[in-house]
C-alpha cells in the first residue's frame, strides 16, 4: 500500500522569507500523481500544486514550487516571499495513475505559521 | 473545477442518533470519494461512490456504519449511523477535477460533533 510521510508537523518562517516543507513517499508504482493541499482554518482543502510522475520538471505556480525527486521518493514544497495568507495545514498527497478516478492517500499534514 | 455543495456545514448530534450529509456537485462526476478527518489529523477515506453500484469501502469502514447513495451524477449521500463521541470528525466529499492528474476538488466539510 501506498504511504505519505509528513515528518514536520510544524513549521514557521517569517513573512516575506522562504520554506520549505518536506514530504516522502512510498509506491511501487511507476505512474502516479503528487500533490499539496492547503487547509486553512476555514477546513476547505485547497489545491495548491500538483506533480506527474512522468514528468521530470519540476513544477511551480506562482510561489509555490517543489523539487521532485522520483528516485527518492520526494516531494518537498517551497514556499517563496511567504504571506500571512499562507498560515494554514499543508498536506501532501498521492494518488495513482490508472486511467480512472483514484484515491488520495494523504501525510499527517505540517502546520505552518507565518509570522509578522 | 467541479463546485461542491456540501450540507450541513456543522452539526452537533446525541450519541445513538444518526445524520445524513449531501454532496451536490456542479457537474456529472463518475466518483465520488467520501473522507474523515478526525480532530487534529489527516485525511482518510471512507469509502468511493459510483453512480449505480455499491459503494466500495476502505479498510476500517463499514457499510451498516456509514451507509453511502448515490442516486445520479451529481449526488451523493453519507449517513453516520448510531452515532458515538469517537464519530465526532470533519466530514468531506470530493469529486476528481475533470482529467486525470488534474487534482481533486473538495466540499467545504461537515463539522460533527457528537455529544
Not at chain 1, 500500500?1 to 516575506?16: G, I, K, L, N
Not at chain 1, 500523481?33 to 485547497?46: D, E, G, N, T
Not at chain 2, 463546485?3 to 452537533?12: A, G, L
Not at chain 2, 466518483?31 to 487534529?40: S, V
Request: hydrophobic share 30%; proline share 4%.
Amino acid at each position: 500500500a501506498q504511504t505519505v510521510t509528513q515528518s514536520q508537523p510544524e513549521m514557521s518562517v517569517q513573512e516575506a522569507e522562504t520554506v520549505t516543507l518536506s514530504c516522502t513517499y512510498d509506491t511501487s508504482e511507476s505512474d502516479y500523481y503528487l500533490f499539496w493541499y492547503k487547509q486553512p482554518p476555514s477546513r476547505q482543502m485547497i489545491l495548491v500544486i500538483r506533480q506527474e510522475a512522468y514528468k521530470q520538471q519540476n513544477a511551480t505556480e506562482n510561489r509555490f514550487s517543489v523539487n521532485f525527486q522520483k528516485a527518492a521518493k520526494s516531494f518537498s514544497l517551497k514556499i517563496s516571499d511567504s504571506q500571512l495568507g499562507d498560515a494554514a495545514m499543508y498536506f501532501c498527497a498521492y494518488s495513482h495513475a490508472q486511467g480512472g478516478s483514484e484515491k488520495l492517500v494523504f501525510g499527517k499534514g505540517t502546520k505552518l505559521t507565518v509570522n509578522p | 473545477s467541479a463546485v461542491i455543495s456540501q450540507k450541513p456545514s456543522r452539526d452537533i448530534c446525541q450519541r445513538g442518533t444518526s445524520l445524513t450529509i449531501q454532496c451536490q456537485v456542479d457537474s456529472q462526476v463518475t466518483m465520488m470519494f467520501w473522507y474523515r478527518q478526525q480532530p487534529g489529523q489527516s485525511l482518510t477515506l471512507i469509502a468511493t461512490a459510483n453512480q449505480g453500484s455499491e459503494a466500495t469501502y476502505e479498510s476500517g469502514f463499514v457499510i451498516d456504519k456509514f451507509p453511502i447513495s448515490r442516486p445520479n451524477l451529481t449526488f451523493s449521500t453519507l449517513t453516520v449511523s448510531n452515532m458515538s463521541p469517537e464519530d465526532s470528525s470533519i466530514y468531506l466529499c470530493s469529486v476528481e477535477n475533470g482529467v486525470a492528474g488534474y487534482g481533486y476538488t473538495f466540499g467545504s466539510g461537515t463539522r460533527l460533533t457528537v455529544v
